[in-house]
T-cell receptor
Framework: EPEVTQTPSHQVTQMGQEVILRCVPISNHLYFYWYRQILGQKVEFLVSFYNNEISEKSEIFDDQFSVERPDGSNFTLKIRSTKLEDSAMYFC????????????FGPGTRLTVL | AQSVTQLGSHVSVSEGALVLLRCNYSSSVPPYLFWYVQYPNQGLQLLLKYTSAATLVKGINGFEAEFKKSETSFHLTKPSAHMSDAAEYFCAVEETSGSRLTFGEGTQLTVNP
């Protein structure tokens, strides 16, 4: 069964460093998303991406964040200068349809900023 | 903006007992509604979704949910809990014109033998 994969499963970084979280969405999907879940809190939307551009972003997704689809398979989230409060589980999701399409989630990358 | 409220951050039931997890949403128009389950150290898996067809939605693993517009609710139920149902459950809403999912706080379900 097709699935969304994410690497690495756990990333530890020093405050101020740049990190890139990688995702491989399901191959025929067209809509891509990043969400995050701070420990003990709810899952929060960060950004959605379609047709090689951001289609929607939340207030969390500030200038420190960027997304890219560098090739036909990968979808990345970059945090330019990490802060302690960026420590969270980051989930990638993809869907084939907007609105009615189920968003399939990856297993997540746990980011720890020290 | 959409919001979702899940009443009860922790629910504990005995094996074989009814599971009822509550979800209320705020929306001026009927949204699309979802229940996701998260097992430890795993991603989110869709249990079921409501997309304005039948108000009673059946999902995987014996779960179902009923959309009640008058109560702005979408509670999740299962007639008989199994040990393997222990997980965190998230209710989510998707705006009809948007693509983001707005999640509730989550409910941790514990199933006691």
């Amino acid at each position: 069964e097709p699935e969304v994969t994410q690497t690495p499963s756990h990333q530890v970084t020093q405050m101020g460093q740049e990190v890139i979280l990688r995702c491989v969405p399901i191959s025929n999907h067209l809509y891509f998303y990043w969400y995050r879940q701070i420990l003990g809190q709810k899952v929060e939307f960060l950004v959605s991406f379609y047709n090689n551009e951001i289609s929607e972003k939340s207030e969390i997704f500030d200038d420190q964040f960027s997304v890219e689809r560098p090739d036909g398979s990968n979808f990345t989230l970059k945090i330019r200068s990490t802060k302690l409060e960026d420590s969270a589980m980051y989930f990638c999701a993809s869907s084939s349809d907007r609105g009615l399409g189920e968003q399939f989630f990856g297993p997540g990358t746990r980011l720890t900023v020290l | 903006a959409q919001s979702v409220t899940q009443l009860g951050s922790h629910v504990s039931v005995s094996e074989g007992a009814l599971v009822l997890l509550r979800c209320n949403y705020s929306s001026s128009v009927p949204p699309y509604l979802f229940w996701y389950v998260q097992y430890p150290n795993q991603g989110l898996q869709l249990l079921l979704k409501y997309t304005s067809a039948a108000t009673l939605v059946k999902g995987i693993n014996g779960f179902e949910a009923e959309f009640k517009k008058s109560e702005t609710s979408f509670h999740l139920t299962k007639p008989s809990a199994h040990m393997s149902d222990a997980a965190e459950y998230f209710c989510a809403v998707e705006e009809t014109s948007g693509s983001r999912l707005t999640f509730g706080e989550g409910t941790q379900l514990t199933v006691n033998p």
